[in-house]
């Protein structure tokens, strides 16, 4: 495509990205173990759609308001670290004592539209994310394109796509694991706790980090 440059640079770049474990690997795998692959995928489509709010937010610059204002990053900050807290509590309080044919069949505790919406929120609520993607982005745009809001589109739904594929692995992955290891339901519930308790972790830490 036409402005951008190092296309292949970026595709790896964008891969090892992907594959760091961060606040979304683990709400995937908190979903993946306690309802199975599909609340996993769904999990990891949600947090595709917050990725591409946040592509769709660079390519229109408003990113740039939260890079410039910090009253308006500290405020989106907090907002979503008190929902990483509130999703880590859910995943801690989550009873996962069915046994594994039955999670494999599709628990329905959590319905699919619920964990689609919490995948997008734990994603679009995070501006460091936005961040990101205003600093990384332009790297590989050059600066003479002749559209840079669509370059940016392209660079950003390739990340996208890639994340998206990774994710769907982490979540087959794990419910594929949890079905093996888990006959009960007692390790499952640990494991959910300690997910969960990951979350809380994560999110107090954002709420408290000071960098801008």
Same mark, same amino acid.
């Given at each position: 495509?036409?402005?951008?440059?190092?296309?292949?640079?970026?595709?790896?770049?964008?891969?090892?990205?992907?594959?760091?474990?961060?606040?979304?690997?683990?709400?995937?795998?908190?979903?993946?173990?306690?309802?199975?692959?599909?609340?996993?995928?769904?999990?990891?489509?949600?947090?595709?759609?917050?990725?591409?709010?946040?592509?769709?937010?660079?390519?229109?610059?408003?990113?740039?308001?939260?890079?410039?204002?910090?009253?308006?990053?500290?405020?989106?900050?907090?907002?979503?670290?008190?929902?990483?807290?509130?999703?880590?509590?859910?995943?801690?309080?989550?009873?996962?004592?069915?046994?594994?044919?039955?999670?494999?069949?599709?628990?329905?505790?959590?319905?699919? $539209?619920? @964990?689609?919406?919490? !995948?997008? +929120?734990?994603?679009?609520? /995070?501006?460091? =994310?936005?961040?990101? &993607?205003?600093?990384?982005?332009?790297?590989?745009?050059?600066?003479?394109?002749?559209?840079?809001?669509?370059?940016?589109?392209?660079?950003?739904?390739?990340?996208?796509?890639?994340?998206?594929?990774?994710?769907?692995?982490?979540?087959?992955?794990?419910?594929?694991?949890? $079905?093996? @290891?888990?006959?009960? !339901?007692? +390790?499952?519930?640990?494991? /959910?706790?300690? =997910?969960?308790?990951? &979350?809380?972790?994560?999110?107090?830490?954002?709420?408290?980090?000071?960098?801008?």
């Amino acid at each position: 495509m036409p402005g951008i440059h190092d296309l292949w640079l970026f595709v790896l770049s964008g891969l090892l990205l992907n594959v760091t474990p961060g606040p979304d690997t683990l709400y995937i795998v908190g979903r993946s173990s306690a309802q199975g692959w599909r609340a996993g995928a769904v999990a990891a489509l949600g947090i595709g759609a917050g990725v591409l709010m946040h592509v769709c937010a660079a390519a229109l610059g408003l990113s740039a308001i939260l890079a410039a204002s910090a009253t308006a990053f500290t405020a989106v900050k907090i907002i979503g670290a008190a929902y990483l807290v509130y999703v880590g509590i859910s995943l801690i309080r989550s009873k996962s004592t069915a046994p594994a044919a039955a999670v494999a069949s599709g628990n329905r505790s959590i319905s699919a $539209r619920n @964990i689609f919406l919490q !995948g997008f +929120l734990t994603n679009v609520l /995070n501006p460091k =994310v936005a961040l990101f &993607f205003l600093a990384f982005l332009p790297q590989f745009v050059l600066s003479d394109a002749p559209s840079k809001p669509l370059a940016f589109l392209f660079l950003g739904v390739i990340f996208d796509f890639n994340g998206t594929l990774w994710n769907l692995f982490v979540a087959w992955s794990t419910a594929r694991l949890s $079905r093996r @290891i888990v006959a009960g !339901g007692r +390790l499952k519930r640990w494991f /959910n706790r300690s =997910v969960g308790g990951l &979350f809380v972790l994560v999110g107090i830490r954002l709420a408290l980090s000071h960098d801008h």
